[in-house]
């Protein structure tokens, strides 16, 4: 089922939204049946070149034109622009564009790889004299062989990631630690962190589904890193 949004992306396009959600989203009295036209005519040029409408699942969709006004999927103009969409089921919410507050990462983003954790344990989510709020930390001393290895969905929602990167001073030598997208495998943010150092990272996320986390501990060991207050907005 999709529902119509009488919004506009600035600039860009001078249409109605399309965002697709399942029917279980709405209740059934706030639905109304419309008779409304698939326009197979009407083409889309973007930024002066020739643009080609998806649905969710990648398929080719056309307009469809109601009451003089054409509507177009929102999460294909979305990922084009970088026009953060998403529906929230719990208020029956549309959010289009940046978010105002951090959401931050819980434990049901998150998954593990090769002994890291999402914790709020008080005495994990310290480094030196900074208390965060939760944080993803590695459960056990990385060794030669090991890396930093972790997953959080995102789910094509937020287009900022803000983190606090840590590496214990027991740690052998400097590390390297990428933020990378699962799916394409690029690198989105890499730092180089020494040991006992600290450092805050922001970057942009939109269009990723999943955010991988990699620690190259593997290039002399490290006994913890600690990714505080992982959020997004």
Do not use: H, W
């Not at 992306?9 to 036209?37: E, P």
């Not at 004299?129 to 890396?147: E, G, Q, R, W």
């Amino acid at each position: 089922m999709n529902k119509f949004v009488k919004g506009y992306v600035s600039g860009v396009l001078t249409v109605a939204l399309v965002l697709s959600v399942g029917m279980s989203g709405f209740a059934a009295t706030s639905l109304k049946n419309i008779t409304a036209q698939i326009d197979s005519a009407v083409k889309v040029i973007l930024n002066g070149k020739t643009f080609v409408l998806k649905d969710e699942k990648g398929g080719a969709v056309k307009p469809i034109l109601y009451n003089g006004t054409y509507y177009i999927p929102a999460n294909s103009v979305g990922t084009a622009t970088g026009l953060v969409y998403n529906y929230d089921t719990k208020t029956n919410t549309i959010l289009m564009g940046e978010r105002s507050a951090f959401v931050y990462v819980d434990a049901a983003m998150y998954k593990d790889f090769y002994g890291t954790m999402f914790t709020k344990d008080p005495e994990k989510v310290v480094f030196e004299d900074k208390t965060f709020k939760s944080a993803i930390v590695n459960s056990m001393p990385l060794t030669y062989s090991d890396s930093f290895l972790g997953d959080i969905k995102l789910n094509k929602k937020y287009t900022t990631f803000t983190a606090t990167v840590c590496l214990s001073e027991k740690a052998a030598k400097e590390q390297i630690f990428n933020f990378e997208d699962k799916a394409t495998k690029e690198v989105l943010k890499s730092i180089t962190l020494q040991p006992g150092e600290m450092m805050e990272v922001t970057f942009d996320v939109v269009g990723v589904t999943e955010l991988r986390l990699n620690g190259a501990a593997n290039q002399g060991g490290a006994d913890a890193i600690i990714v505080g207050d992982p959020r997004m907005k």
